[in-house]
């Protein structure tokens, strides 16, 4: 009996029984002493992947498609933990019913991400589980926990877990062998995974999706837990997806997507090399007869935008030229509310073949097989992307240094009558055809489409007026002054 000793050594510390595995895995368990933990990640996506009606609607399609061949390929990412447990298998995975899931099933819970031991593949969800005890984290030195043991793990903590963690669930290759979410493999070309500790780098996928504040970690009435510098971590984890159905923390969710997506995206010119202002990103030209040309950079993205479920997002850019009596003289991706951009027939939204760098609908394009649109991942063959760059070197001389897309707008004579335009970066999480399809086979309820809604955001809602073009920084330029 070797583990004897250290059993009695534990005992001999005056340490705790701890509480049982199964009383560990339910998140509800957590809130008693980790309460602000519990709030934010309620309205989680991670605690919502699971209960998501478009996320069910589509794995009981495609277990009906393939003849149930898709298995649990959808289910251990979204509830790694009801996979893990036995609770569904390849038998129930078309049929489970989230809302009778076992709250310790239902999701990404605070337990799965909590317990990880190894990362044994970096897609798929190649997290090996402990399923002990110990619930491991960021925090160094943490004090005895009456209800489970803690411990740092360099692999959590966000300056030093090379994004692995996140990174195996957050890139998925299909069945086919399609690698159709790519957010960790789009991570790993940008200068965020560069090791160069003096520039604070690497910064992974929690240093900025899981900022730090300070404060209590634990805070039970009773228990006498040090205030930590820096040592509380957001776990609301919004970006753009928020729930349509009824769930917690609606409202603060919409207002985290917001403030991540506000400075994400600009509409703005390069900046000068001897540094100061960049002139504007919107231009009107006589070139070619007459051209309007926007440029768009990705601030702080640490990927590709959209990125992970590209092929459902639809993000595009939508620009609206007036006539001094405000009539409108030119508009491209002025995209209704309840219409899909690509329905618009809008040839700079397109993005397929000849002239296509110029374009300005930003999503993943898939295709079956035989070459027509698939809306999908099990019947997806082959994947023709489009999408908005992140920074990939710190070199101002190296290809990719400027990462910006420009998009170009023949406009021709009418641009000498131009008095002021508006640009914008719209999102929106899903494409009205995607929903529409499972709701025509009897897999989504028709309800749900009605609660999307289209985001914009701040640093990519600019304007461009005569009056102003050319001056200040924009000097000799046919461009807005910022
Ligand atoms: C490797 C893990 C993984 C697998 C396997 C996986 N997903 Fe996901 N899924 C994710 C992640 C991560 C996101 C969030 C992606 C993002 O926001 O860019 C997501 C988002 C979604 C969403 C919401 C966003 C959207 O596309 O509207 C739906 C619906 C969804 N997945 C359905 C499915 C279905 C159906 C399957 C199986 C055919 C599946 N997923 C398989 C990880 C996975
Ligand atoms: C009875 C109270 C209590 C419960 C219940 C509880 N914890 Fe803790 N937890 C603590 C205390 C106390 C600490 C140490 C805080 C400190 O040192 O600042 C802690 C620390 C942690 C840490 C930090 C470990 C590290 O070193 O980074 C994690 C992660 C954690 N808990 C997760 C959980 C999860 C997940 C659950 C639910 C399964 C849970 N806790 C349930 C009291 C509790
Ligand atoms: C077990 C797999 C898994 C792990 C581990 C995981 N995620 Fe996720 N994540 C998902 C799934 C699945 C979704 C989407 C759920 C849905 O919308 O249906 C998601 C959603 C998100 C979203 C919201 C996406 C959107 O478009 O709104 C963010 C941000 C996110 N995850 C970041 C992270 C970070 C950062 C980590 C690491 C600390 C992480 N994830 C770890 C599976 C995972
Ligand atoms: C998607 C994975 C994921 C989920 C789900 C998750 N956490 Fe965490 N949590 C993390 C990561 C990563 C860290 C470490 C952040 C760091 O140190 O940089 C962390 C840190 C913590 C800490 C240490 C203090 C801090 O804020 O750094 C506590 C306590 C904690 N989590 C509790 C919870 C509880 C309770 C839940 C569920 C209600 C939960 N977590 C759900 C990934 C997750
Ligand atoms: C440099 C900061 C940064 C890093 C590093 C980073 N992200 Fe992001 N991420 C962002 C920003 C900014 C957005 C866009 C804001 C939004 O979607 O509202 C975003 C968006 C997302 C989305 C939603 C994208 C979509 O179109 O569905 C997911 C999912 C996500 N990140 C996951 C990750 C994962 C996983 C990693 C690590 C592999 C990571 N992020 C690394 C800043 C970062």
Same mark, same amino acid.
């Given at each position: 009996m070797r583990w004897m000793p250290a059993l009695v050594v534990l005992a001999a510390c005056g340490e705790s029984p701890k509480l049982p595995v199964a009383q560990l895995e339910d998140p509800t368990t957590c809130m008693e002493c980790h309460p602000a933990h519990y709030q934010q990640w309620s309205g989680s996506m991670h605690a919502y992947a699971s209960d998501d009606p478009v996320f069910l609607a589509m794995n009981k399609r495609g277990q009906r498609e393939t003849g149930g061949q898709l298995g649990t390929f959808c289910v251990q990412c979204h509830a790694p933990m009801a996979v893990a447990l036995g609770v569904v298998t390849d038998a129930n995975a078309a049929s489970f019913d989230p809302t009778a899931l076992p709250a310790g099933a239902r999701g990404i819970t605070c337990y799965f991400c909590h317990d990880?031991?190894?990362?044994?593949?970096?897609?798929?969800?190649g997290l090996v589980l402990a399923l002990d005890d110990t619930m491991r984290g960021g925090?160094?030195?943490p004090i005895d926990s009456p209800a489970h043991h803690a411990t740092y793990d360099s692999q959590m903590a966000s300056r030093t877990n090379n994004s692995t963690m996140c990174g195996s669930c957050h890139d998925v290759v299909t069945p086919?062998?399609?690698?159709?979410?790519?957010t960790y493999t789009e991570w790993q070309a940008t200068?965020?995974?560069?090791?160069d500790p003096a520039n604070? $780098?690497? $910064?992974?996928c929690s240093g900025c999706h899981m900022i730090s504040s300070t404060g209590v970690i634990a805070d039970k009435p009773g228990l006498d837990v040090p205030s930590r510098d820096q040592g509380f971590h957001d776990h609301? $984890?919004?970006a753009i997806d928020q729930a349509l159905t009824d769930f917690p923390e609606q409202p603060a969710q919409a207002m985290a997507v917001q403030s991540i997506l506000d400075p994400a995206l600009t509409i703005v010119g390069p900046r000068p090399v001897a540094g100061g202002a960049p002139p504007g990103g919107i231009c009107v030209e006589p070139l070619n007869g007459g051209q309007i040309r926007v440029r768009m950079d990705t601030?702080?993205? #640490?990927?590709?935008?959209?990125? #992970?479920?590209a092929q459902d997002r639809r993000t595009w850019l939508e620009v609206i030229a007036y006539a001094a009596d405000n009539s409108v003289l030119f508009s491209s991706g002025a995209v209704p509310d309840?219409?899909?951009?690509?329905?618009?027939?809008?040839p700079m939204l397109d993005?397929? #073949?000849? #002239?296509?760098?110029?374009?300005s609908g930003f999503w993943d394009r898939t295709f079956k097989d035989d070459g027509s649109p698939a809306h999908f991942f099990w019947d997806v063959a082959t994947v023709q992307s489009k999408l908005l760059k992140p920074p990939v070197? $710190?070199?101002?001389?190296?290809?990719?240094?400027?990462?910006s897309t420009t998009a170009l707008f023949?406009?021709?004579?009418?641009y000498s009558q131009i008095d002021h335009i508006t640009a914008r970066i719209r999102t929106r999480p899903l494409a009205y055809a995607v929903l529409d399809d499972l709701v025509m086979s009897g897999?989504?309820?028709?309800?749900?489409?009605?609660r999307l809604k289209t985001l914009d955001s701040a640093g990519a809602t600019r304007t461009w007026t005569k009056a102003t073009a050319g001056t200040g920084p924009a000097i000799n330029t046919f461009c807005n002054p910022f």
């Open positions: 990880v031991d190894s990362v044994k593949a970096d897609h798929d969800n925090v160094k030195s086919k062998g399609v690698a159709l979410e790519r200068i965020f995974a560069h090791d604070l $780098l690497p $910064l992974t609301s $984890l919004a601030i702080s993205t #640490g990927h590709m935008f959209p990125s #992970g479920a309840g219409m899909d951009p690509e329905d618009l027939h809008d993005c397929s #073949g000849a #002239g296509s760098n110029a374009c070197t $710190l070199d101002p001389n190296a290809a990719g240094y400027d990462h023949q406009v021709g004579a009418v897999d989504l309820d028709p309800g749900v489409a009605s």
